[in-house]
C-alpha cells in the first residue's frame, strides 16, 4: 500500500502547446523532448484506511488548494481503475526549483502516478501509465521515459491514442548535452495550463504554430535518429521562439521572459556567432536551456557561470527511465 518512484524532468524540442480537450489534457499538437538526468521528483504514496483525507507535502512544505486538489484527481483515476476508496498520503522532493520553467509538473506526476499505481497493486505498461499520467500535467506522458521521447496527439476523442513512446534511449546520444541556467527562481505568475488555453482561445498565431509544428516534429525526429545537432539544436530554438510568439500575442499578453533570459539568449546566440555551437529553449517560465554538444560544454557552462544574474546551473545529459526504488520518503 506503500511506493516510491522517481522521475526525471524533461525538456521538449518542439514544444505542447494548446489543449484540443483541457479535461483529458488532449494536445494539438505531438511534442518531443529530452529526459533530463540531473533534475528529478522522487515521490512515496501510502493509502490506507488511517488516512481521512487525501494529503500532499512537496518539498518539505505542506499544500492545500488548488495544487492538492489536482493530485487527489490524480489519485482518484487511480483509485477507479483499482476499485479502492482509500485516502492516500503524498509526500514528494525535487533537488531543483518547482514551477519556474524546468518542468516540475512533468516529472511530479509521472512520479506520482508511478508510485500510486504500484502502491495499488496495479501492473501498468508504460502506454497506460502515461494515458494516466498525462492527465495530471500533459508533458508528465513524457518524463515516463528516459532519453528521447515523443508524444503523440492521437486524435481519438477517449485520448487512448495520446501518450508518449521513445525515439532513442539515453545511450543513443550521450554526447549531447543541457546546461539549464536558472536565472531566477520566482514561481512563474501564468501557470501553463492557463497560458495554453488563452492562446488557443486568442492568438492570432495559434493557427500558425499548427501548420508548421508537423515539419519540426519530423526534422527532430530525424536530428535525434541521425545525431546531426545542427538540424536539432536550429528546429528546438526557432520551435521554442514559435510558441513564445504565440503567446507573447494573446491578450492579455504572457510574457514568461525576464530581462536575464534575454540577455541570455543574446550570450547563445553570441557564443553560436564565436563558433561555439548551442541553441536556446525556453518554457513557461523564465529559465534558458542551452542545447549543446559534450565537446563544447565546459566552455559553454563556463560562459553561463560567468554571467551575474544566473544564480544555478545543472549540467544535464539523456536521462533514465521513471521508476521504482525503495528508499521511501517517510
Ligand atoms: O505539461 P504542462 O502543463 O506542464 O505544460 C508544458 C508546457 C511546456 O513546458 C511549455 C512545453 C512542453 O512541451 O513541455
Redo the contacts with the bound molecule.
Keep these: 500500500m506503500k511506493s516510491t518512484a522517481i522521475a526525471n524532468s524533461?525538456?521538449?524540442l518542439v514544444?505542447?502547446?494548446g489543449k484540443r480537450n483541457e479535461k483529458l489534457i488532449l494536445p494539438f499538437n505531438s511534442?518531443i523532448?529530452m529526459t533530463l538526468d540531473g533534475l528529478y521528483t522522487a515521490t512515496t504514496v501510502e493509502f490506507s484506511e488511517k488516512y481521512k483525507q487525501d494529503s500532499l507535502s512537496i518539498d518539505g512544505g505542506h499544500i492545500f488548494g488548488e495544487e492538492l486538489s489536482k493530485a487527489s484527481v490524480q489519485l482518484d483515476i487511480i483509485r477507479k481503475l483499482a476499485k479502492s476508496t482509500l485516502k492516500g498520503k503524498m509526500v514528494s522532493r525535487s533537488n531543483f526549483p518547482k514551477s519556474a520553467?524546468l518542468?516540475s509538473?512533468?516529472s511530479g506526476f509521472a512520479a506520482l502516478t508511478l508510485a500510486a499505481t504500484k502502491a495499488l497493486g496495479l501492473h501498468l505498461d508504460r502506454k497506460e501509465l502515461g494515458i494516466i499520467a498525462r492527465q495530471g500535467?500533459?508533458?508528465?506522458c513524457r518524463s515516463l521515459y528516459g532519453g528521447f521521447v515523443e508524444w503523440q496527439k492521437g486524435t481519438l476523442e477517449d485520448g487512448s491514442d495520446s501518450y508518449a513512446r521513445q525515439i532513442a534511449p539515453k545511450d543513443h546520444w550521450g554526447e549531447l548535452a543541457m546546461v539549464v541556467s536558472v536565472v531566477t527562481a520566482k514561481e512563474k505568475k501564468v501557470k501553463?495550463?492557463a497560458g495554453?488555453a488563452q492562446t488557443v482561445a486568442n492568438s492570432p498565431l495559434y493557427k500558425a504554430w499548427l501548420e508548421t509544428v508537423e515539419d519540426d516534429l519530423v526534422k527532430a525526429r530525424k536530428g535525434i535518429k541521425e545525431m546531426n545537432f545542427t538540424l536539432l539544436g536550429a528546429i528546438a530554438e526557432m520551435n521554442c521562439l514559435k510558441?513564445h510568439c504565440t503567446m507573447v500575442t494573446t491578450t492579455p499578453h504572457i510574457i514568461y521572459w525576464e530581462p536575464q533570459t534575454v540577455s541570455m539568449m543574446k550570450e547563445v546566440m553570441a557564443m553560436r556567432e564565436e563558433g561555439l555551437e548551442c541553441y536556446f529553449t525556453i518554457?513557461?517560465g523564465p529559465q534558458v536551456k542551452i542545447l549543446c554538444l559534450d565537446k563544447d560544454v565546459k566552455k559553454i557552462e563556463a560562459r553561463v557561470r560567468e554571467n551575474k544574474d544566473v544564480q544555478k546551473v545543472y549540467l544535464c545529459h539523456a536521462g533514465d527511465d521513471a521508476g521504482i526504488t525503495k528508499e521511501d520518503l517517510f
Design positions: 524533461n525538456i521538449a514544444k505542447y502547446w511534442s523532448s520553467g518542468a509538473s512533468a500535467s500533459g508533458s508528465a501553463s495550463r495554453m510558441m518554457d513557461g
